[in-house]
């Protein structure tokens, strides 16, 4: 029915600017794609608010379901339930915040952390207001970046090895998903009695000219 | 804000990345012009429009007749507007040559876009064209004659024996809405046989003298009326609140036909009546036959068997009544528009809210502000209130709404996002008016997507709540469906967002741990061995730093055995179910700290569980039930505070196969209540438990679904290779004439050989579960039935007095509510031949007679679960 209005699940044209695949390529992949990137997300919210928002555009009689989140991404096994979440939850709150999806190539080493060009965040690369949900000032955030990194790899190398670490998947393209942001909780703020006040956040004015 | 953001970037994409737009054709333009004609002022547009049709030159039928598709298919609410305008297509004659008026060739060219619906099924374009000729019967454009011929063709459809109840409801809706329109001029002609049109509605209606199958989707539960149907067919009082859909349309044609369809000038609007009548021959549609209904290869539980009963909040001067021809039709579109924009929710709220310019004047009440327009007499309705009713009706019908629950409540939040000053205090209303509800039987599927909707919603919209009105409702039994969903509600909140957050917008007497709403712990996991004083802390402290450690899974069981040698003197209990206990609670207590802990925890400890599952340590096995059990309880014990939790990594061990489904359905009926929620005796059921089945039913019946798609994949896949050979071996004869024989790929590839070997496999596993979830709920309902007092919790009488009831009466109810949901969610699955008799049998050997009140009732939601036959026997009910 996408003579009167636009759906709203087509993928945008934010770009993965470290990417090594053309274009078209690009777009061949999207089209099938199972990963859903989410963007915007506090990086206080927790893997399993996620889960419990994007499981409801998941089918499970369709065998579908979350298969792994991956700091900041999130898989679903099919091609409809991504399509699904950008129809319903893109652009809706999750942990008070406006999220945004789009759809992914997919995962691969390194994508866990953002689309930007240096790696991290688009969005923080040229964020320049003061947003205590992600680290601050954008350029706080591309250091508390540096470390999450370095956490994430630690966590993920071993899963790599194992049979069935992976669910399938071919090629440079891992099966797998991933949501490239939140919080890197380091061993020590467990302790602290989770979250409490520091939560306090700014409506974002998006300041974001790398999304093109 | 987040509106302006949108809107920047929307126009900064088109600049600069996309490509310009594309040179627009005169043609695309002009079918433009139709599709989105109307924007301002739909009656000063028409002419206009029309104008530049003529004018478009060289005339093209094509363009302006998929103008009038799309528009007609896609904007109900536009339809008498199209009409007019392809009455005012009349008007000219197309040049000197061509005489034949332009609106005629538009409509022959859109016949053949109707008949194209027709032949694909595709039931709503078709009925959103016979909408198109019914206003243009009325606009003395089509004949009344030929349009009654076309519903007639629909009434064929419906007496057909070998029409499904899914397809007979089509057609009805065809015929009602169709006569709701144009009856006036059908009317005319005395020859035209009405009421048998009627009389075919009412026989779908009726349901061919079967149980109702509406007993089991009303969104009102009252156990009396479904027990009663043992000796009347019809309920004797219908509950409230709801309407079932085609029920409604039989009554609205009844009401029009009493007063010869005067009232449907009052439902419908008819801008094309002031035109002058046309000269010559009227348009005669010719006559269709509707194509039966092709049967889908694999479809794995087919859907819309069931009647659809929408429930009503508001009271009929507040929002439409849907037994009234206004009320009917607008809930019609307001759904179609539902449907139809389900993939653009934003727009979708736009068009919902602009829905009034549509409508007939004085429909809904003007707003402030708005020049005050006369009111009309029975109407004036709420516009927010009927949009949010309308929506939620839908998102609440039984057993499955069209789109997932999240769509709709997206859909609520554009709305509110819109205009929060109006529609805001609507979904205010709506809320109360359910939690209202839940007190008079509101049904318990209904409850549980009331709840998520709830959780959803309050955290789109920073958790604000008036919860303080509610507190006198803590007065109630903790059982009672009001407290169940407080406590549901603020648990879905906390999944949303935390623990704390919520507690802050709760008022005091709702966190004091009396009050049971909000848990008194912040959600986390609990590791019963943590505590030093426990005998286990130390054992349980060596397992937990080698898994810390990440110790290879092969050190880990060499150490699990020397730990079993050791503590079997010591220990009293089962020293395996100990080890399993420790060793899982240990696992998932490494994989705490998130969702990807959690799965890289099990991930590298796989062939450990695999082998704990069967019973072992090192050695692997075959399944041992218990083993399972022991795992999952474990996993329950740890998460017992965030019991989504539970649902996660039961959803994971079922992907990995430690666990299968059989064996989840096992546990949330044997030992959920005990290891959960502290109770003795587990013989009752609640909304978590469905979340565990379903979970369990559904991976079940979904790998059977995904293994006959893989199936049919690979058999097409085989066919087409023999084809390829068949066609490469008469080409090579009639080349050289000397047939090379290569030894034929005849039969089947081992893949597929495997492939349909799996569906067995699967196929067994699907009835194991069925089975199972049978045994779980006859041992809860059957074993209730022997406590007098909770048996009577189904009498009327009893029902009346439920202000009084004490929580194992609610118990009863909710388990029942629980049951009757099953049946009716998977009652595709449930009535195929050999299941359905494996589990009749089952279900006779469990009720001690089949005149006990019980087995009554459970034999009624069964029989309509399964398409039965009623069971009329002995009729003196007790």
């Given at each position: 029915m996408a003579h009167i209005v636009t759906p709203l699940d087509q993928p945008s044209?934010?770009?993965?600017?470290?990417?090594?695949?053309?274009r078209q390529m690009q777009s061949d992949l999207l089209s099938k794609t199972s990963t859903l990137y989410v963007g915007n997300?506090?990086?206080?919210?927790t893997e399993e608010q996620i889960y419990e928002l994007f499981?409801?555009?998941?089918?499970?009689?369709?065998?579908?379901?979350?298969?792994r989140i991956i700091m900041g991404l999130d898989r679903n096994t099919s091609h409809a339930e991504a399509l699904a979440c950008l129809r319903y939850i893109s652009g809706t709150k999750l942990d008070e915040r406006i999220i945004r999806c789009d759809l992914d190539l997919g995962y691969r080493d390194?994508?866990?952390?953002?689309?930007?060009?240096?790696?991290?965040?688009v969005r923080d690369e040229h964020r320049q207001d003061y947003d205590p949900g992600r680290g601050g000032w954008g350029a706080q955030a591309q250091r508390a970046e540096i470390e999450r990194r370095r956490e994430v790899e630690e966590r993920y190398n071993d899963a790599?090895?194992?049979?069935?670490?992976?669910?399938g998947g071919g090629g440079d393209w891992k099966d797998v998903s991933e949501n490239p942001l939140k919080r890197a909780r380091s061993?020590?703020?467990?302790?602290?009695?989770?979250?409490?006040?520091?939560?306090?956040k700014v409506e974002e004015p998006e300041h974001d000219p790398g999304r093109m | 804000m987040s509106y302006h953001h949108h809107h920047r970037r929307r126009g900064h994409h088109k600049g600069d990345y996309?490509?310009?737009?594309?040179y627009e054709t005169p043609e695309q333009r002009l079918r433009k012009n139709i599709v989105q004609?109307?924007?301002?002022?739909p009656a000063q547009e028409l002419p206009r429009l029309a104008n530049q049709i003529f004018e478009?030159?060289?005339?093209?039928v094509p363009t302006v007749t998929e103008g009038f598709r799309i528009g007609v298919t896609e904007q109900p609410f536009k339809i008498p507007y199209y009409a007019a305008l392809l009455r005012l297509l009349?008007?000219?004659?197309?040049s000197e040559e061509v005489t034949t008026p332009l609106g005629r060739q538009v409509l022959e060219d859109f016949w053949k876009a109707f008949r194209e619906f027709i032949d694909k099924h595709a039931w709503r374009e078709t009925r959103l064209c016979v909408h198109f000729f019914a206003h243009l019967t009325v606009a003395r454009v089509i004949s009344a004659k030929s349009m009654y011929e076309l519903l007639d063709a629909f009434k064929e459809v419906i007496l057909n024996?070998?029409?499904s109840h899914d397809r007979s409801t089509k057609a009805a809706l065809c015929v009602a809405e169709g006569l709701l329109i144009a009856g006036s001029a059908i009317n005319e002609?005395?020859?035209?046989?009405?009421p048998a049109l009627i009389s075919a509605v009412q026989t779908v209606v009726e349901?061919?003298?079967?149980?109702?199958?509406k007993l089991l989707v009303h969104?009102?539960?009252h156990l009396h009326e479904i027990r009663g149907a043992f000796i009347?067919?019809?309920?004797?009082n219908e509950p409230?609140?709801?309407?079932?859909w085609l029920s409604c349309a039989l009554s609205v044609l009844q009401a029009l036909k009493a007063k010869d369809f005067a009232q449907s000038a009052d439902s419908?609007?008819?801008?094309?009546?002031?035109y002058p009548s046309l000269p010559g021959e009227l348009f005669d549609l010719e006559a269709i036959l509707v194509p039966p209904e092709v049967e889908e290869?694999?479809?794995?539980?087919?859907?819309?068997e069931w009647s659809q009963c929408y429930v009503r909040i508001f009271d009929d001067d507040i929002t439409p009544d849907p037994t009234t021809p206004v009320g009917f039709i607008l809930r019609s579109n307001l759904i179609d528009i539902l449907d139809i924009f389900e993939v653009n929710r934003k727009e979708c709220a736009r068009l919902l809210l602009e829905y009034p310019k549509w409508?007939?004047?004085?429909t809904f009440k003007s707003k402030?502000?708005?020049?005050?327009?006369?009111p009309t007499e029975g109407k004036g309705w709420d516009l927010e209130n009927t949009l949010i009713e309308t929506i939620l009706s839908a998102m609440f019908l039984?057993?499955?709404?069209?789109?997932?629950?999240i769509y709709y409540i997206a859909l609520i939040t554009e709305l509110c996002k819109a205009q929060p000053q109006s529609v805001g205090p609507a979904v205010g209303k709506s809320i109360r008016k359910l939690y209202a509800l839940l007190a008079d039987g509101l049904d318990v599927e209904i409850a549980h997507r009331f709840a998520d909707w709830f959780a959803v919603h309050m955290s789109n919209f920073n958790?604000?709540?008036?919860?303080?009105?509610?507190?006198?409702?803590?007065?109630?039994?903790?059982?009672h469906p009001r407290r169940k969903f407080m406590r549901q509600a603020v648990e879905y909140e906390i999944r949303l967002s935390y623990h704390d957050r919520i507690m802050r917008t709760l008022p005091e007497a709702m966190t004091?741990?009396?009050?049971?709403?909000?848990?008194?712990?912040?959600?986390g996991p609990d590791f019963?061995?943590?505590?030093?004083?426990?005998?286990?802390h130390e054992t349980a402290q060596g397992i937990l730093n080698l898994l810390r450690g990440r110790a290879k899974p092969d050190d880990v069981m060499l150490h699990l055995e020397s730990l079993r040698n050791q503590l079997s003197e010591t220990v009293t209990e089962n020293i395996d179910t100990l080890l399993r206990k420790i060793t899982v609670q240990s696992l998932l207590s490494i994989g705490s700290r998130s969702f990807s802990h959690f799965l890289n925890a099990i991930e590298r400890y796989l062939p450990l569980l695999r082998n704990l599952a069967a019973g072992q340590i090192s050695a692997s096995g075959s399944p041992s039930a218990e083993a399972r059990g022991d795992i999952m309880s474990a996993v329950a014990l740890v998460w017992r505070r965030s019991k989504h939790m539970v649902l996660i990594v039961f959803d994971k061990l079922m992907q990995y196969q430690i666990v299968d489904p059989t064996d989840v359905v096992a546990w949330t009926f044997m030992h959920y209540p005990k290891v959960?929620?502290?109770?003795?005796?587990?013989k009752v059921f609640t909304g978590f438990q469905w979340d565990l089945l379903k979970a369990a039913l559904d991976k079940a019946n979904g790998r059977v679904s995904v293994q006959k798609r893989k199936v049919a994949a690979l058999t097409r896949e085989a066919d087409e290779r023999a084809a390829r050979v068949r066609a490469n071996e008469s080409a090579a004869m009639e080349v050289d004439?000397?047939?090379?024989?290569?030894?034929?790929?005849?039969?089947?590839t081992p893949q597929l050989t495997a492939a349909r070997n799996a569906i067995d496999v699967l196929d067994r596993e699907q009835k194991a579960v069925l089975r199972r979830t049978m045994e779980g709920f006859l041992d809860c309902l059957a074993v209730l039935s022997i406590d007098k007092e909770v048996q009577e919790a189904m009498s009327e009488h009893k029902w009346h007095n439920r202000?009084?009831?004490e929580d194992k009466m609610w118990e009863a109810w909710e388990t029942w509510g629980w049951f009757r949901n099953w049946a009716r969610t998977y009652s595709s699955y449930l009535s195929k031949h050999d299941t359905k008799e494996m589990l009749e049998a089952l279900a006779t050997s469990k009720f001690?007679?089949?005149?006990h009140s019980a087995a009554r009732q459970f034999r009624v939601i069964w029989n309509i679960a399964v398409g039965d036959e009623p069971y009329w026997d002995n009729p003196e009910d007790p």
């Open positions: 044209n934010y770009k993965d600017s470290q990417s090594r695949v053309d997300l506090s990086f206080y919210t499981s409801k555009c998941t089918t499970s009689e369709d065998g579908g379901g979350i298969k390194g994508r866990q952390f953002g689309r930007g060009k240096s790696g991290g965040q790599q090895d194992v049979p069935g670490a992976v669910a061993p020590d703020d467990e302790g602290e009695g989770g979250r409490g006040e520091p939560r306090a | 996309e490509r310009p737009d594309y004609y109307g924007e301002v002022d478009h030159a060289p005339t093209n009349y008007d000219r004659p197309v024996i070998g029409s002609d005395p020859s035209l046989d009405i349901g061919g003298g079967g149980l109702p199958t969104p009102i539960v009347r067919a019809e309920p004797k409230e609140h709801a309407e079932e419908v609007p008819q801008p094309y009546l002031d290869d694999g479809t794995e539980g087919k859907k819309g409508a007939l004047p004085g402030s502000g708005a020049p005050p327009q006369s039984l057993p499955e709404s069209t789109h997932k629950s958790f604000i709540w008036v919860w303080k009105e509610w507190i006198p409702d803590l007065a109630l039994v903790p059982q004091e741990s009396t009050a049971q709403v909000l848990a008194v712990a912040a959600p019963e061995y943590e505590d030093a004083a426990h005998a286990q959960v929620d502290g109770r003795k005796e587990g004439g000397d047939a090379q024989l290569d030894a034929a790929p005849a039969g089947e202000a009084n009831w001690p007679s089949p005149d």
